[in-house]
């Protein structure tokens, strides 16, 4: 069993930071990409940001130059440090996590349980 908990939304005011957290557990053989998605109310879930196994990173073209994803290979965490955050990015946001939870090279893809981060005006 694999469990993904994430921590560090919260309120912030508009122009604030907020840095989320996201650790792996369970049965893991490898871990491929990790990634951070967001879904606001009446929205589509979107792809926020994600960093693959050898550090590669990719962002959504909104956060880009505000967002850094970040993770530990060694401890099984990824990071989103949000930085200049305004009200229209208000959502739940999920990290997510394609694991080898048998051993086997098949990846899984694991979603956290959401954290609400709320920006205001």
């Known amino acids: 069993q694999v469990q993904l908990v994430e921590s560090g939304g919260g309120l912030v005011q508009a122009g604030g930071s907020l840095r989320l957290s996201c650790a792996a557990s369970?049965?893991?053989?490898?871990?491929?990409?990790m990634g951070w998605c967001r879904q606001a109310p009446g929205k589509q879930r979107e792809l926020v940001a994600v960093?693959?196994?050898?550090?590669?990173?990719n962002y959504a073209d909104s956060v880009k130059g505000r967002f850094t994803i970040s993770r530990d290979n060694a401890k099984n965490t990824v990071d989103l440090q949000m930085n200049s955050l305004n009200p229209d990015e208000t959502a739940l946001y999920y990290c997510?996590?394609?694991?080898?939870?048998?051993?086997?090279?098949?990846?899984?893809?694991?979603w956290g349980q959401g954290t609400q981060v709320t920006v205001s005006s």
């Open positions: 997510y996590a394609d694991i080898d939870y048998s051993g086997g090279k098949l990846l899984t893809r694991f």
């Open positions: 369970g049965s893991i053989f490898g871990i491929d990409s």
């Open positions: 960093v693959r196994s050898g550090g590669n990173t």
